[in-house]
């Protein structure tokens, strides 16, 4: 059984950047497909960006060429990098792995 700890989140002024992390565990976690997702306040979770158990990446187009996601499968880690961040970035970011969701953790943007 797959489990999931999102870090790194925090408060941070435009133009900045944060790199939040996501920790998994159980053996399957390294084969799998692994997505960052979010949810800003009265809205929906969206994709950010997602990898694949060979590193194959997809972006939201919102945070194209600001965001980078990648993992470690030894350390069974998953990071995203996020630079130039705007206000709009404002969310709880989430990683998931199939349907396992970790608890999130809140990025907030001020301008």
């Known amino acids: 059984q797959v489990q999931l700890v999102e870090s790194g989140g925090g408060l941070v002024q435009a133009g900045g950047s944060l790199r939040l992390s996501c920790q998994g565990s159980g053996t399957a976690f390294s084969i799998r497909a692994v997505g960052w997702y979010r949810q800003a306040p009265g809205q929906g979770r969206e994709l950010v960006a997602d990898?694949?158990?060979?590193?194959?990446?997809n972006y939201a187009d919102s945070v194209k060429g600001r965001f980078t996601i990648s993992r470690d499968n030894v350390k069974k880690m998953v990071y995203l990098q996020m630079n130039s961040l705007k206000p709009e970035d404002t969310a709880v970011y989430y990683c998931?792995?199939?349907?396992?969701w970790g608890q999130g953790t809140q990025v907030t943007v001020s301008s």
């Open positions: 998931k792995v199939s349907s396992i």
């Open positions: 990898i694949g158990s060979t590193g194959i990446t």
